[in-house]
């Protein structure tokens, strides 16, 4: 069981308020990604949720129980830092055993669990070692098993991949999504990268200076975004967002077009533009066109195999039902 | 580029450490030698420097004239009663400061080394009447509580700046693992700290050890520590510097052995979070 309820959760630090009141339901087994630009106040939402920091009004609900008073072991979540936040001196198994050893979890159903946890994270070779023996994956997977080891009713992780390097990146995401497949439990997961977001979620939570912009799941954030920032902010690369004439001819002060949305020709087409930089992917090129009015440059993805090369001149045709248009307030228009 | 280093600018170098160290060291080698000499060899002129009759005279003389295990004793519970009950009181005020700091934790850490900067003279006559009405005059646990005091700045400061050098994220995860204030300052802070709590009390043992102002002031025969059995072999009698120096060195001769086996401790606690 894991269900958080935040109820006109707020946070101030002094005079500055990061986080204006807000509301937000995250449902049991659910896999919640809060993401944003840095300084948006995810990871403090997330250390509200947890209980390293105190909410300045509203209330916190944790399975229908007001948790806001609660401190942080009582709360029944346990928690995954950007830093692995280790404790260096002692083994991988007196790490792994230690929340259990708070809880005071008898000796043998102590050995069970870590047996268990190194085994599902290839951690069994190295239950001896202390940390500063551990490549950075294995560190991180050994904050996870500490984390395992409590059955939590949630999982709390702090931006837990941005200090790995990118190809151990991909391999740790594939794994905490399995993990949580596994397991079933309610995940919150912080992270300013919009691909973590996509791939893992269940329920993306995009935040911008302290205020929810849009909850949803990553299709309907990557389809219909509600906003100017979210269209700009979830798709990678970026969604062109044009202004002025082009815009008003489809009746908005902005319109949004993604790369993959628009056909591309050599002859013929709305838009006349000479290609920049063309960044080869292999499977696919992006194209960074100059020349498009209200939009400069604009980036295109082409089939990899086409050849266009810098310098090149080609018209650009946006997919006309894949439009986005977004009203002076930045607002979606449907 | 790796920086070459050559074999003569290697050898300058060693040359100059040595030099340096054994111009620190002279005074105390020579302390030691001339407690080995005869009153009238230790003011020969020119001075002698090896070449004398080595005597153990005047260590029996020292022996027979004064009680040197009270005073050696005196010191221990000196020196290591203010250590222990300065750290006991500094733990906690550097966790305060280096963990929940307010507005005004700097201002509190530079003030308390401000009370460093007063000459102790300044204070003397007030804390020595306080003596008196508390009736603690030449007592070991007056002078425990005035050295722990003197140095409790020093104390509060180094464990502040070890205990700044840990992550605050590791605190964090013990509380989100369940621990308590006490358990998270017991299995997680204190065993990272150790390194840093070592030094610390090594350094003071060893100042609290030759602190010399308040124990010659605040005491007479009853509490009277190492500093006051050199300090009586310095006058009456005209100047005995062979029976002086035999003084000195069974004074020093305990810290500096102490120092010796933990000077690695030292210098790496010292040193701690230069390197990471």
């Known amino acids: 069981m894991g269900q958080?309820?935040?109820?006109?959760?707020?946070?101030?630090?002094?005079?500055?308020?990061?986080?204006?009141?807000?509301?937000?339901?995250?449902?049991?087994?659910?896999?919640?990604?809060?993401?944003?630009?840095?300084?948006?106040?995810?990871?403090?939402?997330?250390?509200?949720?947890?209980?390293?920091?105190?909410?300045?009004?509203?209330?916190?609900?944790?399975?229908?129980?007001?948790?806001?008073?609660?401190?942080?072991?009582?709360?029944?979540?346990?928690?995954?830092?950007?830093?692995?936040?280790?404790?260096?001196?002692?083994?991988?198994?007196?790490?792994?055993?230690?929340?259990?050893?708070?809880?005071?979890?008898?000796?043998?159903?102590?050995?069970?669990?870590?047996?268990?946890?190194?085994?599902?994270l290839n951690l069994t070779d190295y239950l001896d070692r202390r940390p500063g023996q551990l490549s950075g994956g294995q560190r991180q997977r050994v904050a996870i098993g500490r984390a395992i080891v409590r059955e939590p009713a949630a999982f709390l992780f702090d931006e837990p991949l941005s200090n790995l390097d990118a190809a151990l990146r991909v391999g740790m995401r594939l794994e905490i999504s399995e993990m949580h497949k596994r397991l079933a439990t309610t995940m919150i997961y912080v992270t300013h990268d919009q691909v973590e977001a996509m791939t893992m979620a269940d329920k993306i939570v995009v935040l911008r200076a302290g205020v929810i912009e849009q909850v949803g799941t990553p299709l309907e954030l990557y389809h219909t975004p509600c906003n100017e920032f979210v269209a700009g902010f979830i798709g990678s690369p970026q969604m062109n967002l044009l202004k002025g004439?082009?815009?008003?001819?489809?009746?908005?002060?902005?319109?949004?077009?993604?790369?993959?949305?628009?056909?591309?020709?050599?002859?013929?087409?709305?838009?006349?533009?000479?290609?920049?930089?063309?960044?080869?992917?292999?499977?696919?090129?992006?194209?960074?066109?100059?020349?498009?009015?209200?939009?400069?440059?604009?980036?295109?993805?082409?089939?990899?195999?086409?050849?266009?090369?810098?310098?090149?001149t080609i018209y650009l045709t946006p997919q006309l039902d894949k439009l986005h248009k977004f009203d002076t307030q930045g607002l979606r228009i449907d | 580029m790796a920086r070459t280093v050559t074999q003569k600018r290697k050898i300058i170098n060693t040359a100059a450490a040595w030099s340096v160290g054994l111009l620190i060291f002279f005074p105390i080698l020579w302390?030691?030698?001339?407690?080995?000499?005869?009153?009238?060899?230790?003011?020969?002129?020119?001075?002698?420097?090896?070449g004398f009759d080595w005597t153990l005279e005047n260590y029996a003389a020292v022996m027979e004239r004064s009680n040197y295990g009270r005073f050696l004793?005196?010191?221990?519970?000196?020196?290591?009663?203010?250590?222990?009950?300065?750290?006991?009181?500094?733990?906690?005020?550097?966790?305060?400061?280096?963990?929940?700091?307010?507005?005004?934790?700097?201002?509190?850490?530079?003030?308390?080394?401000?009370?460093?900067?007063?000459?102790?003279?300044?204070?003397?006559?007030?804390?020595?009447?306080?003596?008196?009405?508390?009736?603690?005059?030449?007592?070991?646990?007056?002078?425990?509580?005035?050295?722990?005091?003197?140095?409790?700045?020093?104390?509060?400061?180094?464990?502040?700046?070890?205990?700044?050098?840990i992550p605050g994220e590791i605190l964090e995860a013990a509380r989100m693992d369940g621990a308590t204030l006490k358990e998270e300052v017991l299995y997680v802070l204190t065993p990272m700290a150790i390194p840093g709590i070592a030094s610390t009390l090594l350094l003071n043992v060893i100042l609290a050890w030759n602190e010399a102002f308040w124990t010659l002031n605040l005491t007479a025969a009853k509490a009277a520590p190492l500093t006051a059995f050199i300090a009586s072999y310095s006058s009456p009698e005209g100047l005995f510097y062979a029976k002086l120096s035999a003084a000195s060195t069974m004074a020093i001769a305990p810290i500096l052995i102490l120092g010796w086996f933990s000077q690695k401790q030292l210098v790496s606690g010292l040193t701690f979070g230069a390197v990471k």
């Open chain 1, 4 to 120: 958080i309820k935040l109820n006109k959760v707020s946070k101030s630090f002094g005079e500055t308020e990061v986080i204006p009141p807000l509301d937000l339901t995250i449902e049991d087994g659910e896999f919640t990604v809060f993401v944003g630009p840095s300084g948006c106040g995810k990871s403090t939402l997330l250390r509200l949720i947890a209980g390293l920091e105190d909410i300045t009004s509203g209330v916190i609900e944790i399975d229908g129980l007001d948790a806001t008073n609660v401190p942080p072991a009582k709360r029944g979540l346990a928690m995954v830092f950007q830093s692995y936040a280790l404790y260096p001196h002692m083994s991988v198994r007196k790490n792994i055993a230690f929340p259990m050893k708070m809880a005071g979890v008898p000796a043998d159903e102590q050995a069970r669990r870590i047996t268990a946890a190194a085994e599902a």
């Open chain 1, 245 to 312: 004439d082009e815009a008003a001819r489809h009746g908005a002060t902005t319109i949004g077009i993604r790369p993959e949305h628009t056909d591309v020709s050599q002859t013929e087409g709305t838009w006349k533009g000479v290609v920049g930089v063309a960044e080869h992917l292999g499977s696919d090129t992006f194209l960074h066109v100059h020349g498009v009015p209200g939009c400069d440059p604009m980036t295109v993805r082409v089939d990899g195999e086409l050849p266009v090369r810098h310098g090149d």
């Open chain 2, 31 to 50: 302390t030691i030698l001339t407690s080995f000499k005869t009153e009238a060899q230790a003011i020969a002129d020119p001075p002698l420097f090896l």
């Open chain 2, 73 to 165: 004793w005196n010191s221990i519970v000196i020196a290591g009663g203010s250590t222990i009950l300065g750290i006991i009181i500094a733990v906690p005020a550097a966790w305060s400061m280096a963990f929940v700091p307010s507005k005004r934790t700097k201002d509190i850490l530079l003030w308390m080394l401000s009370t460093k900067m007063l000459p102790a003279v300044g204070v003397l006559y007030p804390i020595y009447l306080l003596f008196i009405r508390l009736g603690i005059l030449d007592t070991k646990i007056g002078l425990v509580i005035v050295l722990m005091l003197i140095n409790l700045p020093i104390i509060v400061w180094m464990l502040y700046t070890y205990f700044k050098e």
